[in-house]
Antibody
């Protein structure tokens, strides 16, 4: 079955750019939409944005000015960049697949295990 | 943006009892694109219900979802010890995709 794994630095300095990659195994990245979601410690879930394997994207307006999501179909990966980070960006970052092919209107399943990124000097 | 409000914030029940969790949307959720997730400490959320009432693969039938429009409910018919967790509703029919603030189901 499809599995997702996030990777990237666990510590980022304020004002720098957070960069994470989600590697998809057990299936192709093609034909699906893929999202990034984050969860600050002890708090709820926030959707960051999604990308289609073709490269089209949609971002949460609250983060749009700082977010870039990209895809590399040759590596079966998609990536997140969040610029100008502050302590408020400290969170567990998850990647997930939308579970309907060709359409963004799918629930999130499966999810990666998540990776904690702390923003601190 | 569709705001989802979950109630109650915390529900204290005993194993074997019935749990009812509510999710109210600030606007109509299109095509019943409403999902429920379960999250345990240190784990990623797990999809339970999609399309307001369809159980995801492998989810026990004690979990059921209902509702449409702006009012949705997750019911757990007979609580098992492993069901005590935090539950989130999510709407994925309108952008931005949004989640409720979460509801904690704790052992009484």
């Amino acid at each position: 079955q499809v599995q997702l794994q996030e990777s990237g630095p666990g510590l980022v300095k304020p004002s720098e750019t957070l960069s994470l990659t989600c590697t998809v195994s057990g299936g192709s990245i093609s034909s699906y939409y893929w999202s990034w979601i984050r969860q600050p410690p002890g708090k709820g879930l926030e959707w960051i944005g999604y990308i289609y394997y073709s490269g089209s994207t949609n971002y949460n307006p609250s983060l749009r000015s700082r977010v870039t999501i990209s895809v590399d179909t040759s590596k079966n990966q998609f990536s997140l960049k969040l610029s100008s980070v502050t302590a408020a960006d400290t969170a567990v970052y998850y990647c997930a697949r939308h579970n309907v092919q060709w359409l963004p209107g799918g629930a999130f399943d499966p999810w990666g295990q998540g990776t904690l990124v702390a923003v601190s000097s | 943006e569709i705001v989802l409000t979950q109630s109650p914030g915390t529900l204290s029940l005993s194993p074997g009892e019935r749990a009812t969790l509510s999710c109210r949307a600030s606007q109509t959720v299109s095509s019943s694109y409403l999902a429920w997730y379960q999250q345990k400490p240190g784990q990623a959320p797990r999809l339970l219900i999609q399309g307001a009432s369809s159980r995801a693969t492998g989810i026990p039938d004690r979990f059921s979802g209902s509702g449409s429009g702006t009012d949705f409910t997750l019911t757990i018919s007979r609580l098992e010890p492993e069901d005590f967790a935090v539950y989130y509703c999510q709407q994925y029919g309108s952008s931005p995709i949004t989640f409720g603030q979460g509801a904690r189901l704790e052992i009484k």
